[in-house]
């Protein structure tokens, strides 16, 4: 008798959040030897309700016409973790299911990639603070928003990338992790994706229609304040019928549409010239650290770049 295969997933880009990584999935979704869910973010291993349901159902549910392809997400929550999901959980879970997996890792600048985040959070309508008040309070270890409790809101925290990886590096051979810059998506799209190809095994000639793929743009002002889900969905009765009775993946589609239509883009940019910048940093430089040693990849950002 002949043991059936595993269902497994072959790789999976963990992240970072805000780091570009909806234009990753644009530019590789539509590789014929590619096998992605319909919409980008389809999070298994963080979401306790999906993955009690198993990865042979989350396979089955989420990909169609798998055979003979290489099958993958693009999902940045695994380098966030989600409620009581964390990512050292994340990255656990992801080995005990798919311990071969080729992990593709998407980093930005981590100051940027924070502001970034905190824009998007103050858009839909959860943080009012400045983004000074928020950083302060993160680099203090209080991740909290002021009156909520549901946004993953630890700006500062989740651009540790030397600590957030640290994790996976135990469980995952060095070779199986792929780490990039948004700066090299940006200046070097097509060297990126053979790279990347060529990593998942498909054909490293395959190149999209067009490489100038430019998705999400940021904003930290909302088109109609009463449709960000700060407000909708803190009245009462819409709370209840959202959270309770409005399936997880039906959720996370209508958010995501909403989110990125409700978008006002806007000319706010990162002051570089405060305190709190320079004091972040130097909040960031160990770990800068910890991320070049190990991913054995040093970092293109002035601020750490060792002269």
């Given at each position: 008798m002949t043991s059936q295969k595993k269902p497994t997933l072959d790789f999976i880009c963990i992240g970072a959040a805000k780091s570009?990584?909806?234009?990753?999935?644009?530019?590789?979704?539509?590789?014929?030897?590619?096998?992605?869910?319909?919409?980008?973010e389809a999070p298994f291993f963080s979401d306790?309700?999906?993955?009690?349901?198993?990865?042979?159902?989350?396979?089955?549910?989420?990909?169609?016409?798998t055979k003979g392809k290489k099958t993958g997400t693009v999902t940045p929550q695994y380098m966030i973790g989600e409620g009581s999901v964390s990512s050292d959980a994340v990255a656990e879970r992801i080995y005990k299911d798919s311990p071969n997996v080729k992990l593709i890792v998407l980093v930005r600048h981590p100051v940027k990639r924070a502001f970034s985040h905190y824009r998007m959070l103050k858009k839909r309508g959860y943080d009012s603070r400045s983004f000074e008040e928020a950083a302060e309070a993160n680099m203090k270890g209080d991740a909290q928003i002021p009156g909520y409790s549901e946004p993953d809101s630890d700006y500062v925290g989740f651009s540790r990338y030397g600590h957030i990886l640290a994790r996976y590096y135990e469980l995952f051979p060095k070779k199986n992790i792929l780490v990039f810059t948004t700066d090299e998506l940006q200046n070097s799209p097509e060297i990126l994706l053979k790279t990347f190809f060529k990593f998942i095994g498909v054909d490293d000639t395959y190149t999209p229609e067009t490489t100038e793929v430019v998705s999400r743009k940021g904003g930290s002002k909302?088109?109609?304040?009463?449709?960000?889900?700060?407000?909708?969905?803190?009245?009462?009765?819409?709370?209840?019928?959202?959270?309770?009775?409005?399936?997880?993946?039906?959720?996370?589609?209508?958010?995501?549409?909403?989110?990125?239509?409700?978008?006002?883009?806007?000319?706010?940019?990162?002051?570089?010239?405060?305190?709190?910048?320079?004091k972040l940093v130097d909040y960031f430089r160990p770990d800068i650290e910890l991320f070049e040693k190990l991913t054995g990849k040093k970092v293109p950002w002035k601020e750490w770049s060792k002269k």
């Open positions: 570009a990584t909806t234009t990753l999935y644009e530019l590789i979704k539509d590789h014929p030897e590619v096998s992605l869910p319909s919409t980008k306790d309700r999906v993955y009690g349901k198993g990865i042979d159902w989350y396979l089955k549910t989420y990909f169609t016409q909302p088109r109609v304040r009463f449709l960000t889900p700060g407000f909708i969905f803190q009245i009462p009765f819409v709370k209840t019928v959202w959270q309770n009775y409005t399936p997880q993946g039906i959720r996370r589609r209508i958010e995501y549409s909403l989110n990125l239509w409700n978008t006002s883009p806007d000319n706010e940019k990162l002051d570089t010239e405060t305190k709190t910048y320079e």
